[in-house]
C-alpha cells in the first residue's frame, strides 16, 4: 500500500465568510496551521495546496504546491490533481480547511478504512449519503478518472466521487465534517468548541 502525503485545501475564496478561512482561529493557531499538524503525524509529506495569491501561508518547513494554470478556477479538484501531477505516485489525505471539527481519532479512522484498491476512501455524509470529498484519500490510480472528468467539464469533486468506484466510510461522528462558511457559523462553532 502507498505510503500517503498529505494535502491541506487552503485555496478556496472565502465569499461568505468575508475573510480566508484558512486564517480563522478555532484551536490557538490558524487552521490551515492545525490542519498540517494533524496531517504531520500520518502523512510522509505533508503540503499546502494554494492559489498564487495565498503566499502569506506559505511557512518555513512546509511546501506549498501551486494550482497549476490548467487546474485555474476548478476549486479543491484542481488543488487535488496539482498535488497529483507534483507526485503522481503517491497516495493523498485531503483535507480542507474549513472543518474545525476534525481531529485526529477521525483521521486515525479513515485511514484504518483505507481501500487502496480503489480510487479513493471517503466519509459518507449523514445528511446526504454522498462522498465527503474534502477529507478523504486519493489513490494515485484516481488521477486519470478526474482529468477525464475535468475534460468533460465536471469539476466538482463531490460529483467525481460518485461517479467513480470509491470506498465509503460511515462517519464516526455526525457534525465531525461540518465545514463552516460565515461569521455566524464562526461565532456559533467558537461557542461550541468552548463549551
Not at 110 to 139: D, Q, V, W
Request: proline share 6%.
Amino acid at each position: 500500500m502507498k505510503e500517503l502525503n498529505g494535502l491541506v485545501l487552503i485555496g478556496g475564496k472565502s465569499t461568505r465568510m468575508q475573510t480566508d478561512k484558512a486564517h480563522l482561529v478555532y484551536h490557538d493557531k490558524p487552521q490551515y496551521l492545525v490542519c498540517y499538524d494533524l496531517l504531520k503525524d500520518f502523512c510522509s509529506k505533508v503540503f499546502l495546496s494554494l492559489k498564487k495569491k495565498h503566499t502569506e501561508c506559505v511557512v518555513e518547513d512546509i511546501g506549498p504546491i501551486f494550482d497549476h494554470e490548467i487546474y485555474d478556477g476548478m476549486g479543491p479538484t484542481g488543488g487535488v490533481l496539482s498535488a497529483m501531477n507534483y507526485a503522481p505516485e503517491q497516495a493523498w489525505f485531503v483535507l480542507a480547511c474549513d472543518l474545525p471539527f476534525v481531529d485526529a481519532d477521525l483521521i486515525s479512522y479513515l485511514i484504518s478504512k483505507r481501500n487502496a484498491s480503489r480510487m479513493a476512501t471517503a466519509f459518507k455524509s449523514n445528511y446526504t449519503g454522498h462522498p465527503e470529498p474534502l477529507c478523504a484519500i486519493y489513490e494515485p490510480q484516481f488521477k486519470d478518472a478526474m482529468q477525464g472528468f475535468v475534460k468533460e467539464e465536471v469539476f466538482c469533486p463531490r460529483k467525481i466521487m460518485l461517479k467513480s468506484d470509491i470506498e465509503l466510510v460511515d462517519l464516526p461522528e455526525p457534525h465531525a465534517l461540518d465545514n463552516i462558511n460565515t461569521p455566524d457559523e464562526f461565532n456559533k462553532t467558537i461557542q461550541q468548541l468552548k463549551g
